[in-house]
């Protein structure tokens, strides 16, 4: 399970609270020099000891019980570094013979096409390898596949094309994975800018939709633990001498 770096970082935030409910263990780091260096305090703390815990910009989660690895991503791309990451990340999953992945993304609601305003805003992909396998569940869940869209719009609608915007590396990461044979599913959300937290709880929710990560229950608050490191996440609060 990974998180796409895309519009809103809403798959970031539904990593987060899928390592903090859980309480996901790190087991390792994972190193490239494909994404912007960042060092920072653990964004999971429980404790004052906890904080003193360094995290870096990709760090690997882990839980046996579930057969669950997380790797989580906390900064951007550098310029024409995709490739190289989805490289060395696919040859990762290989090596470590995952038997499935996992993608969280966002696109832009603002380029939505007309068949694409309607409905939910929740889509999933599926590569070919994996597609034979939980079809079927996809469609018991009545989920929406993402539609292609108008090569060329407003001239011809006859070429269909697989058009994620916002997307960051998603839309490579699922191309290589299907011509390499891997099983990996995609779940996006369309959004906007600004607090994407209600994005993350939605998206994480269709995510547990699936997977049955935790048990939601009716009429009672959301089961979702919220991560510590989400108190400063639009920074400091005012000061109250100003109220």
């Not at 020099?33 to 964004?43: A, E, H, R, S, Y």
């Not at 703390?45 to 870096?56: G, W």
């Not at 989580?72 to 995952?98: A, D, G």
């Not at 299907?178 to 369309?190: D, E, N, P, R, T």
Request: charged share 20%; glycine share 6%.
């Amino acid at each position: 399970l990974q998180p796409a770096v895309s519009v809103g970082n809403v798959g970031q935030l539904a990593i987060d609270l899928v390592i903090s409910t859980l309480r996901m263990p790190k087991v390792g780091y994972f190193y490239t020099d494909c994404l912007v260096p960042m060092v920072g305090n653990n964004p999971y703390a429980r404790t004052k000891e906890d904080s003193v815990e360094l995290s870096i910009n990709a760090e690997v989660y882990s839980l046996p019980a579930k057969k669950l690895v997380v790797l989580q991503i906390r900064s951007p791309f550098i310029k024409h570094k995709y490739r190289p990451f989805c490289e060395t990340l696919l040859s990762w999953v290989e090596s470590s013979k995952c038997a499935r992945v996992i993608l969280l993304s966002s696109m832009h609601a603002y380029q939505r096409d007309d068949e694409q305003l309607l409905g939910t805003p929740l889509r999933y992909l599926l590569t070919p390898a994996l597609e034979k396998e939980v079809k079927g569940r996809m469609q018991e869940l009545k989920w929406k596949e993402m539609e292609k869209v108008a090569a060329y719009p407003g001239i011809s609608d006859t070429e269909k094309v697989l058009h994620i915007p916002g997307g960051g590396i998603t839309k490579l990461l699922f191309t290589e994975s299907c011509s390499k044979g891997i099983q990996m599913a995609v779940l996006l959300k369309f959004c906007s800018e600004g607090d994407n937290i209600p994005d993350a709880f939605g998206l994480v929710n269709y995510l547990n939709e699936w997977l049955q990560l935790i048990k939601i229950r009716v009429n009672t608050s959301t089961q979702w633990k919220i991560p510590s490191s989400w108190r400063l996440l639009f920074g400091n609060g005012l000061p109250p001498a100003l109220f």
